[in-house]
């Protein structure tokens, strides 16, 4: 479909044409979490059985995306952003602890996020891999925000005294690449621990490569 279908305007049951706007979107993305997060999966869900799961019509889908593959990649987005907030609140939050305190406290906030639904766990991990040439691109692109974040914690390590000075790209990819796999292997029940011995064993695995 080349132009979307001109969306409505004014008011109606007392909600701005933008509120409602907002509202059918989040609807798709609340049923493409669920079905793309949990069954059938991404490459099985069609467009009908998305906006049936939202109570919408197809009309109002192409209101809002062109393919459902424009919904994983929102969807995609969201997920880092939800973990990415818990980071960032994690790291304001943390600023006089120790580093080896303050880097357990903020990758659990991660690791948390994550976690806290199966479903954000096979979006970020399962569901974008090989869709498309451009959702890895988007993925690789949100990977590499993660290891400029690992980065400058570590450049802020090196300032307080607490890691080596050195240049911490490669071993910031290194280190996202290891929570990339061993989640996504814990997630597909591929890995025999507890996610609190993931996590810990990931924030050894960091302070191991910050530490002088």
């Keep these: 479909m080349e132009q979307r279908l001109r969306r409505p305007t004014g008011r109606y049951a007392g909600k701005a044409a933008s509120e409602r706007q907002a509202e059918r979107r ?3 993305l609340d049923a493409a979490l669920q079905l793309f997060g949990d069954a059938p999966g991404y490459r099985s869900t069609s467009v009908a059985a998305l906006c049936e799961a939202a109570g919408l019509s197809t009309r109002q889908f192409y209101e809002e995306f062109r393919t459902l593959e424009d919904v994983l990649a929102v ?4 997920v880092n952003d939800w973990a990415q907030a818990a980071v960032l609140d994690a790291l304001g939050t943390t600023g006089d602890l120790p580093f080896a305190e303050r880097y357990g406290f903020v990758f659990r906030a991660y690791a948390a996020s994550l976690t806290s639904d199966p479903r954000r766990m096979r979006i970020a991990f399962t569901e974008i891999v090989g869709v498309s040439p ?3 691109e988007q993925r690789l692109s949100r990977r590499a925000r993660w290891v400029e974040l690992i980065r400058a914690e570590a450049a802020s390590a090196v300032e307080r005294g607490e890691a080596a000075d050195r240049d911490y ?3 910031a990819a290194a280190f996202i690449g290891s929570v990339n796999g061993l989640l996504h292997d814990w997630s597909a029940g591929w890995v025999d621990a507890t996610l609190d011995e993931i996590v810990d064993e990931l924030v050894r695995l960091l302070l191991a490569l910050l530490r002088p």
């Design 75 to 78: 969807l995609h987005l969201q």
């Design 169 to 171: 790209r490669i071993t």
């Design 134 to 136: 451009r959702l890895d």
């Design 26 to 28: 989040q609807r798709f």
